[in-house]
């Protein structure tokens, strides 16, 4: 890590594979990261991958995005599946590149089938379209659902909106 913010990227990554090869399987996902600050999408896919077919938490929503990201949306629609995990972050993939009427869809749907926290990501869509009550109403739908933190990211809303 200490390499890798120093700009040492070929160090970082040659110690992040021993990390991993000596049974820190934490180092692949570290590793994946790496190669997607350095805009290698190819390589980091390759390496999500593994990490995902090695059970590594967060992998699979990771090489979703990175699916999506380099434009190959049907493969990151199957990998995602019914993951609710998944599919927001497809959604936020697909919002990052504008795409912001797909990414509600899918965020709607899992929000139909009872995902409420959800409705704090679609509120983070919206504001990111620049409709500010739109994502107002989402964060006030999440709150009668009972999601723990809407309301703090309702304040904040609020709050900047009147600043």
Not at 31 to 49: M, N, S, V
Not at 123 to 135: M, S
Request: net charge positive; with cysteine; hydrophobic share 40%.
């Amino acid at each position: 890590m200490i390499r890798r913010s120093k700009g040492n990227h070929r160090g970082a990554a040659a110690l992040f594979w021993r990390a991993y090869n000596n049974n820190l399987t934490y180092a692949l996902f570290e590793l994946a990261h790496l190669r997607e600050e350095q805009g290698d999408l190819k390589r980091a896919e390759r390496i999500y991958r593994r990490a995902a077919n090695e059970g590594q938490p967060g992998a699979a929503e990771q090489l979703v995005r990175v699916l999506e990201t380099r434009g190959r949306t049907q493969q990151a629609e199957l990998l995602a599946g019914s993951s609710h995990e998944c599919l927001e972050a497809l959604a936020l993939a697909r919002a990052a590149r504008g795409a912001y009427e797909s990414a509600e869809q899918l965020l709607l749907g899992q929000v139909a089938k009872g995902h409420t926290r959800l409705l704090v990501t679609l509120a983070r869509v919206r504001e990111q379209r620049g409709d500010t009550a739109g994502a107002e109403r989402m964060l006030r739908r999440a709150l009668d659902a009972g999601v723990p933190f809407a309301a703090r990211r309702l304040a904040e809303l609020l709050r900047d909106g009147q600043m």
